[in-house]
């Protein structure tokens, strides 16, 4: 099994936003794709360890915000890498509401589609949801980000390996997981979070 | 409502075939992700009306070849724009068998991914499958064609209209489904395969 084969799947980049009471929360997504019509419903995939996936959980509802081209680095790493349980991603950050009281993004955003879950598969490591659609807007006429592009022309590249130092271990940069070893293997998963080796950044002695 | 966000969520285009007893078909969809880790498992969204969803119904088993750039129309035309209830699209097509004895694509594809399905949701005018990944190849390193590709690069430009003629009508190219009326509406779906109005031509009095 050539698990490469995986990254051949095109996607979108998302912003998920959910609600929980009075609190909100935001993740970034690639997975949200339209499953059936009459009445619409699409579905997404969310990690179990992302605090927006229990708060979907809890309110039945979120909003997918589809990223544009205009969009930049700041912009996913705030949303996408941090965790809503250490920060509140909302502060000082603002963001209209939808009907179903949740927030959406308004800048570098071309469409948002607002959703109710009816029904949730629990699947090990991520819950998808299977949600109708309550309403829809088009933003702007930017095109889409793919998931392709932010690794191409918003994510910045890697940085140089010092090659004098000895490196014993690898670092995601996404969720803090450390690999223990001098080479972290191309295919290589997060566990913790399921970001690639390319997320990794080198331990030296 | 806007139903034209739904066309800002980005797709790959595939090739997804499986089998009954002896028999092959194979259609074109852009629904396909990945949802979840340990096992890989993923999940693609079929309209009810394909003969493949009763395929894989039948047979439990399915692979999604990725279409990448070098794709032509004739291939998209082929898998997707006529029935394998009027048409054995494996006629004079070598194709070879994945593990599961499903047929997969050897052009114009950069990735294979075969699966097993573990779980049908039927959701009225689509089924979507869960499933999970026996195998995955990558065949090339040709970027994957997303469906915006597709409709920029690949697909014909629709014909002129002949403005001295009287429209009376609109016909679906997909499935041949009939809106009466001088005037399509832009943002018109075909209630029988789920096309846009790109994809009806006019019928002339």
């Given at each position: 099994m050539?698990?490469?084969?995986?990254f051949k799947?095109s996607?979108?980049v998302?912003?998920?936003?959910?609600?929980s009471?009075?609190s909100?929360n935001a993740?970034?997504t690639?997975?949200?794709?339209?499953?059936a019509?009459?009445?619409v419903?699409i579905?997404?995939?969310?990690?179990?360890?992302?605090?927006?996936?229990?708060?979907?959980k809890?309110s039945?509802?979120?909003?997918?915000?589809?990223?544009?081209?205009?969009?930049?680095?700041d912009?996913?790493?705030?949303?996408?890498?941090?965790?809503?349980?250490?920060v509140n991603?909302f502060e000082?950050?603002k963001?209209?509401?939808?009907l179903?009281g949740v927030?959406?993004?308004?800048?570098s955003t071309c469409?948002v589609?607002s959703a109710?879950?009816?029904?949730?598969?629990?699947?090990g490591?991520?819950?998808?949801?299977i949600?109708?659609?309550?309403?829809m807007?088009?933003?702007?006429d930017?095109?889409?980000l793919?998931?392709?592009?932010y690794?191409?022309d918003?994510?910045?590249?890697?940085?140089?390996?010092?090659?004098?130092?000895?490196i014993?271990?690898w670092r995601?940069?996404?969720c803090g997981y450390?690999?223990?070893?001098?080479?972290?293997?191309?295919?290589?998963?997060?566990?913790?979070?399921?970001?690639?080796a390319?997320?990794?950044?080198?331990?030296?002695e």
């Amino acid at each position: 099994m050539d698990n490469r084969a995986l990254f051949k799947l095109s996607y979108g980049v998302f912003i998920l936003s959910s609600k929980s009471g009075e609190s909100f929360n935001a993740c970034i997504t690639n997975t949200c794709m339209q499953i059936a019509n009459d009445p619409v419903r699409i579905a997404i995939s969310v990690l179990n360890s992302n605090l927006t996936c229990d708060y979907i959980k809890d309110s039945g509802v979120f909003s997918v915000s589809v990223l544009d081209k205009t969009c930049i680095f700041d912009t996913i790493k705030h949303f996408g890498m941090q965790s809503g349980r250490n920060v509140n991603k909302f502060e000082g950050v603002k963001m209209p509401l939808d009907l179903n009281g949740v927030p959406y993004m308004q800048w570098s955003t071309c469409a948002v589609i607002s959703a109710k879950v009816t029904e949730s598969i629990d699947l090990g490591t991520h819950t998808m949801f299977i949600a109708e659609v309550t309403d829809m807007k088009v933003l702007s006429d930017e095109e889409p980000l793919t998931y392709a592009d932010y690794h191409k022309d918003v994510k910045p590249k890697p940085q140089k390996i010092d090659e004098k130092k000895k490196i014993v271990g690898w670092r995601c940069k996404i969720c803090g997981y450390v690999y223990e070893g001098e080479k972290l293997p191309e295919d290589f998963i997060c566990p913790l979070c399921g970001h690639s080796a390319d997320d990794f950044e080198p331990i030296y002695e």
